[in-house]
């Protein structure tokens, strides 16, 4: 069964970086997509970016220059930076995968961690 | 960027009800089109990949249509544990966007 997990500080500092980490198990993190998704409180899914095993990446253009994904293949670990925080930044943030190809959706999440930017 | 706008924002309904939920996409997605079902506090849950593909383990009363820009959820005989919100999602191209959501309500 495959299982993800996200870790991180749960507050951040106005204009400082966040850092989460998403922990898979079950499944090797070779061969598949990785994103990051994430939700304000009380608001709609905004999807940040994706990772695939090669390195090669995909970001929203809102967020790109902000934001820096990675793999932990030894880790069977992902990562997200994303600079220059903002109050507008706080909410749920999601790791989640998805298959590619003809299965491109994202079918396993972790529970969520919540980040709150301020100081 | 393409855009996804859902209709209705928000519906009432009772268990039994047949609920049709519309996302429509600012350009052709193709069949690129996902549906995701959140209950509060919880991730969301795949449903319905590429428009019309049942997500293994996911009741049959739920299904999905269309292409193009316009696409539907239906719920054919809404249950207790179906009252939730539900996003559609285009994955066509790099930039993947959700809609707004549709809450499902009791009535």
């Known amino acids: 069964q495959v299982q993800l997990q996200e870790s991180g500080p749960g507050l951040v500092k106005p204009s400082e970086t966040l850092s989460l980490t998403c922990s898979v198990s079950g499944a090797s993190i070779n061969s598949q997509y990785w994103s990051w998704i994430r939700q304000p409180a009380g608001k709609g899914l905004e999807w940040i970016g994706r990772v695939y095993t090669s390195g090669s990446a995909n970001n929203n253009p809102s967020l790109r220059s902000r934001v820096t994904m990675s793999l932990d293949v030894p880790k069977n670990q992902f990562s997200l930076k994303m600079t220059s925080m903002t109050a507008a930044d706080t909410g749920v943030y999601y790791c989640?995968?998805?298959?590619?190809?003809?299965?491109?959706?994202?079918?396993?999440w972790g529970q969520g961690t919540v980040v709150t930017v301020s100081s | 960027d393409i855009q996804m706008t859902q209709s209705p924002s928000s519906l009432s309904a009772s268990v039994g009800d047949r609920v049709t939920i519309t996302c429509r996409a600012s350009?052709?997605?193709?069949?690129?089109l996902n549906w995701y079902q959140q209950k509060p506090g919880k991730a969301p849950n795949l449903l319905i990949y590429g428009a019309t593909t049942l997500q293994n383990g996911v009741p049959s009363r739920f299904s999905g249509g269309g292409s193009g820009t316009e696409f539907t959820l239906t719920i054919t005989s809404l249950q207790p544990e179906d009252f939730a919100t539900y996003y559609c999602q285009q994955n066509y191209g790099d930039f993947w966007t959700f809609g707004q959501g549709t809450n499902v309500e009791v009535k």
């Open positions: 989640a995968r998805d298959l590619g190809g003809s299965r491109e959706a994202f079918d396993i």
């Open positions: 350009q052709s997605v193709s069949k690129f």
